[in-house]
C-alpha cells in the first residue's frame, strides 16, 4: 500500500512494484528522473483509493506498464511525454474508474477500459504515434456517461464495441481524431461498434484505408466523416 504520494518532492528514476494487490491512495506518482528510458511496471491487480496523477515524462521519458487490473471509483491521468503506457488488462472492470487520461504518449495499449462521467481521452504524439485497442471503451457506468476521445492512429486488435449511449442520464460524444485501421484485414475480420445515444461521433481521419474494418456500425444523434 502507498499511502502518500511517491516523488513528488523529489522524482524517482524507476519503479517497479510486484504484488497481488497494490493500492495507490497517494495523489501523484513522480518517476522522471534520471536518463530515462526505463519501464515503470505494475505487476498486480491495481485498486485506486484516490485520485491518482502518474508522471513519467521527463528529459527522456519513460514507459509505463499495467500488468494487472486497474479499478477504483476515482481518475487515472498518465503523463509520459513519448514514452509507451500499456495497459495489459482490464480497466475499471469491477469497479468503474471516474475516468480515465493519457495526456501524452508515443504508443498506447488499451484492453477493455469502463469508467464513469469523467470519460476517456486519450492523446499520442511523436513521429509514429499509435493507440492500439484489444477491448471495448464503456463509460455509462455513471450517472451520466463521458465523453470518448482518441486523438492518434487507432488500430483494432479485436472486434470493439464503444459505448456512451447511457440508459437514463446524458450520452457522451466520441471523436476519433485520427485514422482508424484493423491490425491485419488477411487474417482477422474487425469490426468496429460506436453506439453514442443522443452524443455526436465524429472520425477526423480515413477509415479502413490501411487495414480494412469488416464491419462498422455507429448510432448516434449526429454522425462527422471527416
Same mark, same amino acid.
Not at 500488468?67 to 495489459?88: E, P, R
Not at 484492453?111 to 504524439?125: A, L, Q, W, Y
Not at 491485419?184 to 453506439?195: G, I, K, P, Y
Given at each position: ?53 502518474? $508522471? ?22 498518465? %503523463? ?47 513521429? $509514429?504515434?499509435?493507440? %492500439? ?94
Amino acid at each position: 500500500t502507498f499511502g502518500g504520494s511517491i516523488g513528488a518532492t523529489q522524482a524517482l528514476a524507476d519503479l517497479d512494484v510486484t504484488a497481488s494487490t497494490i493500492n495507490l491512495n497517494g495523489a501523484s506518482i513522480v518517476v522522471d528522473d534520471g536518463p530515462g528510458g526505463n519501464t515503470v511496471t505494475f505487476d498486480g491487480a491495481v485498486n485506486l483509493g484516490t485520485g491518482v496523477s502518474i $508522471d513519467v515524462d521527463g528529459i527522456s521519458d519513460n514507459n509505463l506498464i499495467f500488468n494487472g487490473t486497474v479499478n477504483g471509483a476515482q481518475t487515472l491521468s498518465i %503523463t509520459a511525454g513519448l514514452g509507451d503506457v500499456t495497459f495489459s488488462s482490464a480497466v475499471g472492470g469491477t469497479t468503474a474508474l471516474q475516468g480515465l487520461t493519457i495526456v501524452s504518449a508515443d504508443d498506447v495499449s488499451l484492453n477493455s477500459v469502463r469508467t464513469r462521467s469523467g470519460g476517456i481521452s486519450i492523446t499520442t504524439g511523436g513521429a $509514429d504515434p499509435s493507440i %492500439t485497442l484489444h477491448g471495448n471503451l464503456d463509460t455509462t457506468a455513471g450517472t451520466n456517461a463521458g465523453n470518448v476521445s482518441l486523438t492518434g492512429p487507432v488500430t483494432l486488435a479485436a472486434n470493439v464495441s464503444v459505448l456512451t449511449d447511457h440508459a437514463t442520464g446524458t450520452d457522451g460524444h466520441v471523436t476519433f481524431t485520427g485514422t482508424v485501421n484493423a491490425d491485419n484485414a488477411a487474417t482477422q475480420d474487425r469490426t468496429l461498434t460506436v453506439t453514442a445515444g443522443t452524443g455526436t461521433v465524429t472520425f477526423g481521419g480515413s477509415i479502413g484505408a490501411t487495414q480494412a474494418l469488416a464491419d462498422l456500425d455507429v448510432t448516434a444523434s449526429t454522425i462527422n466523416l471527416n
